[in-house]
């Protein structure tokens, strides 16, 4: 964690205050103090801020290499992904969320290996739990088995 302190006349014409705007977007916050200062010499807001850089490695962000997975996955896992990963963009686009919220690529990846998609193998993959089934389970689930299980036809 480390400390910037910012003091902006009040009367101050936007230059210091848009220094510290482009500060605050450009590192995660942990906290901001501010205090109204006045003295002879004027009045000036004084801002204490708590932050760790965005770029360091405390700051949790993964450094990990991406993984392509048209090379580590077999053709047919890979075309099986690939159909995923549309799926995936349609349910984000519809629920209003990112894709990796929906299921990430290694979940994705997960799914893909799987014979067959239902319910019970999901619970299988890692990173995929009773909350994600219940959301998204039914436009993942393969239509095939589904059709089977409950004897209806597309």
């Known amino acids: 964690m480390q400390i910037k302190l910012f003091t902006i006349p009040v009367g101050d014409s936007g230059g210091m205050l848009d220094e510290m705007n482009r500060f605050l977007s450009g590192n995660k916050i942990l906290e901001v103090e501010n205090q109204l200062i006045s003295n002879v010499h004027g009045a000036y807001w004084c801002f204490c801020v708590r932050y760790i850089e965005r770029n360091s490695r405390s700051a949790g962000y993964s450094t990990a290499k991406k993984i392509d997975y048209k090379e580590v996955l077999e053709e047919e896992t890979f075309k099986k992904f690939a159909s995923l990963r549309e799926t995936r963009k349609k349910v984000a686009a ?61």
């Open 94 to 154: 519809e629920q209003g969320v990112p894709a990796f919220a929906v299921f990430t690529d290694e979940e994705l990846a997960g799914l893909a290996k799987l014979s067959v998609i239902t319910a019970g193998s999901m619970l299988n993959v890692k990173g995929i739990g009773d909350k994600k089934i219940a959301r998204y389970s039914k436009y993942f689930i393969d239509k095939k088995q589904d059709n089977e299980t409950t004897g209806s036809v597309d």
